[in-house]
T-cell receptor, first 110, second 113 residues
Framework: DAKTTQPTSMDCAEGRAANLPCNHS???????VYWYRQIHSQGPQYIIH???NNETNEMASLIITEDRKSSTLILPHATLRDTAVYYC???????????FGAGTRLTVKP | GAGVSQSPRYKVAKRGQDVALRCDPI?????LFWYQQALGQGPEFLTY????????KSGLPSDRFFAERPEGSVSTLKIQRTQQEDSAVYLC???????????FGPGTRLTVL
């Protein structure tokens, strides 16, 4: 699986959009981009995934660049409950496991 | 509906003791995964089951670690002769098929003294 690079930490003001970047320059054509988050003392929670088209669900939007070498997770109106570690994972869809990195620690401030 | 549950939530063991950690996946989920998460790091894959078959155990750190899922539902991760470096949160996840999104349990925090 391709490796991902994320900033170690980010801050965001409550009510504003949180934009979390991820670099995955070695991604191959059959690999998906997945995002999970982990709130303190809980297991990781699935957010969204995509292949090459932008995706949106009730939690977030995923913007993937045309060359697929990077992506951005957007939380449109961050709340204090969105404070968590966010993991960007590149994964071949038929693979069994996921390789987590260190993630980005997002802190939403009032 | 009920999510993935794990028990115990916390376990303290003396070095050298054996421990057993339990995972109850979401009903009907075929795939089950175990991960180990050290403090301040992301989860690391340990092993994967499809129904009762253990298809991948490449992440198990030593032969002291053993996992089973005899009836294709509940799974147990056993660690023999625990050592201090085994201290971590052990996460279980399940999915409908191997390529679907995984649903994680709250984890078991193991502390080896």
């Amino acid at each position: 699986d391709a490796k991902t690079t994320q900033p170690t930490s980010m801050d965001c003001a409550e009510g504003r959009a949180a934009n979390l970047p991820c670099n995955h320059s070695t991604i191959s054509g059959n690999e998906y981009v997945y995002w999970y988050r982990q709130i303190h003392s809980q297991g990781p929670q699935y957010i969204i995934h995509g292949l090459k088209n932008n995706e949106t669900n009730e939690m977030a939007s995923l913007i993937i660049t045309e060359d697929r070498k990077s992506s951005t997770l957007i939380l449109p109106h961050a709340t204090l409950r969105d404070t968590a570690v966010y993991y960007c994972i590149v994964r071949i869809r038929v693979d069994s496991d996921m390789r987590f990195g260190a993630g980005t620690r997002l802190t939403v401030k009032p | 509906g009920a999510g993935v549950s794990q028990s115990p939530r916390y376990k303290v063991a003396k070095r050298g003791q054996d421990v057993a950690l339990r995972c109850d996946p979401i009903s009907g989920h075929v795939s089950l995964f175990w991960y180990q998460q050290a403090l301040g790091q992301g989860p690391e894959f340990l092993t994967y089951f499809q129904n009762e078959a253990q298809l991948d155990k490449s992440g198990l750190p030593s032969d002291r670690f053993f996992a089973e899922r005899p009836e294709g539902s509940v799974s147990t991760l056993k660690i023999q002769r625990t050592q201090q470096e085994d201290s971590a949160v052990y996460l279980c996840a399940s999915s409908l098929r191997q390529y679907n999104e995984q649903f994680f349990g709250p984890g078991t925090r193991l502390t080896v003294l």
